[in-house]
């Protein structure tokens, strides 16, 4: 690539802090209940710590359930989790005089693996959180109260050739230093014998780790922890000032970026072969524009990250690309198969006699100038935090430069965290995925009955599904309710109409972009009419056939190359919501059960094209949908009843029911399980294929 005349020299300032602390919200809480507030306040402030990052800790008087004595407890962040949302069951409780002794067990650096193993031992009152490894820095300080955080600003400093002269410049000799040492109990041994040589230490900066800090009260530690953030916030905004960020900008940002993305990632998504299929997260935010859009953009990149919870999200080293070869297909696959052996390198000159086989060597972070940051993972809400966290990585890189040289994790360190056996045996007691985890589907009709039963089938399985329906205001309703019960990062809508070409690519496109592709399309908007022939107008003719047969040519059309780039990772499939119409002939309907016939043919013509793409083509007819359905809530309720000379109010349900061979209803939730089964691997040999969801109906066997 070749570089262009600087653009800019504006640098994106840190943002500085200030105390939230709410004395009357603090005055009737226990301390347990104290610290859980500090904690909260602190892990909601991005400004304070990253998500999941950092640990609190309180030592409380206790009661002994046992014995009845008052006894000393630790209460600590436990393992995993975010001291932002955790509750008073997130931290973990040890007995406080059964911690200290553990030291006798301690004979050196080696021993790290072996203390974590003596932590179980020392729990209070059965509590089942585990403990983390950060618990010796907090049992190991004679203090009440420790905060142990990592916000970009300060990490920008720990992770800086000139961070140990920028703390002394900031804080004199209240805060002191230590050089790196993996996080463990050896660190937190080294931790307390400084504080006892450096007594009225206010706290100490950990190298490329963080910083600790501590006080007698929890609001003074909480207002302390800020306050340090902020002087250092504050410092290295007056150095940024004095010269361009990573050397002044020379790729301005790509107008077009959004679009380039949403091309971008399908190909790089069926070029990452694994075990697991990848989901993908973008963001144009201003960090990553800057940073991929910099004169030092390329050799600070290589570098990779530093502070540990950086690196276990972003792996060793980001994928850099050209902006110029993003439609080479055979660039990209180049780049990719480099990366892996890359990566298969460093694992061959780090591994070490125990550890465990190499892992996914895929790239988690693509960065591109002009367009921004792209992640990848095995599910949406890690592709999404490892895109936050290598932002978080740029922040320290801006700011480490602004003092001195930046400082990656050096990678032999790297490597024994990521390959850690603790951290091994943590993932291998990790349940197995569910069934749809790492798929992509798109659900048309997604506000009606049959598209959200769908919707919320495949969700209900590990799917990350974008709503498409032409009532913006529905959708958006309908995925506010999936968004609380699976997670805002797993559903997404778009407003289509599709009998809209502009409008069914761009949702599309935008599935492209919020996931990183397509594995299932459930083609469902539809209408329903009826009217003898000679009623039936040419504008309503072509109503039907617009929606239920071009629609479905359309969206099967934008489908089909986003599903042709997943052949190799097992192909992907598309699932018409027909019609026992389709194949029994219905009094007074000759327009819709016509243009269903059509779509349930596209379907089988679909199914020849896609076969040597690994795209499977499969058809659901239902027949009688009432419950939930939007179809049913207009005309069409009343054109039916019509055509049978019944009651639409009372007793069209029963006629449907009482006609059918089973003498039952069929429910959205039944048209669901159906489509389910043939978008997922239960179907992988099936294809051309309808299965009539209709409580039976012999007018409609297939034959």
């Known amino acids: 690539m070749t570089l262009q005349t600087t653009l800019s020299s504006a640098a994106i300032p840190f943002a500085v802090p200030t105390s939230r602390w709410d004395d009357v919200q603090a005055a009737q809480k226990s301390p347990e209940e104290l610290l859980l507030y500090r904690s909260n306040l602190l892990g909601s402030d991005l400004t304070v710590t990253n998500f999941g990052g950092g640990n609190t800790s309180a030592k409380i008087v206790e009661t002994d359930p046992l014995t009845g004595d008052s006894v000393e407890v630790l209460w600590v962040k436990g393992s995993g989790g975010d001291i932002g949302s955790m509750k008073l069951d997130g931290f973990a ?14 004979a050196g650096p080696d021993d790290d693996d072996k203390m974590v193993g003596y932590l179980p031992h020392c729990t209070f009152n059965l509590n089942g959180r585990a403990a983390s490894i950060d618990t010796p820095l907090h049992s190991l300080l004679p203090f009440a109260h420790v905060d142990h955080v990592h916000p970009d600003a300060i990490i920008a400093l720990a992770a800086s050739s000139g961070g140990e002269e920028a703390t002394k410049a900031i804080w004199g000799g209240r805060i002191g230093w230590l050089g790196w040492k993996r996080p463990g109990y050896t660190l937190g041994v080294q931790l307390r014998d400084y504080v006892a040589a450096h007594p009225g230490v206010e706290g100490v900066m950990l190298a490329g780790h ?38 002044g900008q020379v790729v ?9 993305a949403a091309d971008l990632m399908p190909r790089l998504r069926g070029l990452m072969t694994g075990a697991r299929r990848k989901l993908g997260h973008y963001s144009d935010d201003v960090e990553a524009l800057e940073f991929t859009g910099s004169k030092e953009f390329e050799r600070l990149a290589g570098i990779g990250t530093s502070c540990p919870d950086h690196f276990l999200r972003t792996k060793i ?22 990366y892996r052996a890359l990566y298969a390198a460093y694992y061959e000159r780090c591994k070490r006699g125990n550890s465990p086989a190499m892992r996914d060597s895929n790239p988690v972070v693509v960065l591109v100038p002009g367009v921004g940051r792209i992640t990848f993972a095995t599910d949406k809400t890690t592709a999404r935090l490892a895109g936050e966290f290598y932002g978080n990585a740029i922040n320290v890189m801006r700011g480490a430069e602004a003092i001195g040289d930046y400082i990656g994790l050096d990678e032999q360190e790297a490597f024994d965290i990521e390959y850690w056996l603790l951290e ?61 019960q699976f997670g805002k990062d797993v559903v997404r809508t778009a407003t289509c109409d599709v009998t809209d070409e502009v409008q069914v690519q761009a949702a599309f496109d935008t599935c492209a972009r919020e996931f990183g592709g397509l594995d299932i399309l459930v083609a469902n908007a539809g209408i329903a009419s009826s009217a003898p022939i000679e009623e039936t107008t040419v504008a309503l003719w072509r109503k039907n056939y617009d929606v239920l047969a071009e629609g479905y040519f359309l969206t099967a059309r934008s489908a089909f190359p986003l599903m042709k780039r997943m052949k190799e990772q097992g192909g992907a499939a598309i699932v018409f919501i027909g019609s026992k119409n389709a194949v029994a002939a219905a009094t007074n309907a000759s327009a819709y059960a016509s243009a269903k016939a059509a779509a349930n043919h596209l379907g089988r013509c679909l199914a020849l094209e896609g076969a040597p793409s690994g795209i499977r083509v499969n058809i659901v007819n239902p027949d009688a949908v009432i419950k939930g359905s939007r179809i049913w809530d207009g005309d069409w309720r009343k054109e039916r009843a019509g055509a049978y000379g019944i009651d639409s109010g009372t007793e069209l349900e029963e006629h449907y029911r009482a006609r059918s061979m089973l003498k039952r209803d069929v429910l959205p939730e039944d048209i669901a399980e159906a489509a389910y089964f043939l978008a997922s691997d239960m179907s992988a040999k099936s294809t051309g294929n309808m299965i009539n969801v209709d409580a039976g109906n012999a007018q409609a066997f297939t034959r």
């Open 252 to 260: 301005a940002p790509n107008p077009d970026r959004a679009a380039i």
């Open 317 to 338: 080293a980001p994928l850099t690309l050209d902006p110029a070869k993003l439609t080479d297909d055979a660039y990209l696959a180049e780049k990719l198969i480099a």
């Open 210 to 247: 963080g910083i600790i800090c501590w006080a007698d009260t929890a609001k003074d530690c909480y207002e302390h922890t800020v306050e340090l953030i902020a002087d250092a916030a504050a410092y290295l905004n007056a150095k940024l000032a004095e010269r361009p960020a990573f050397g």
């Open 424 to 484: 091994e045996a943590k993932l291998q007691r990790m349940p197995a995925p569910k069934p749809l985890v790492g798929r992509i589907a798109l659900v048309t009709g997604g506000a009606g009955g049959i598209g959200a039963a769908t919707a919320a089938r495949l969700l209900r399985d590990g799917a990350c599904v974008l709503l498409a329906d032409r009532d913006g205001g529905a959708v958006e309703e309908v995925r506010a309710g999936f968004a609380q």
């Open 93 to 106: 409780t040890l007995y406080q005089d059964k911690l200290l002794g553990l030291e006798r067990h301690y």
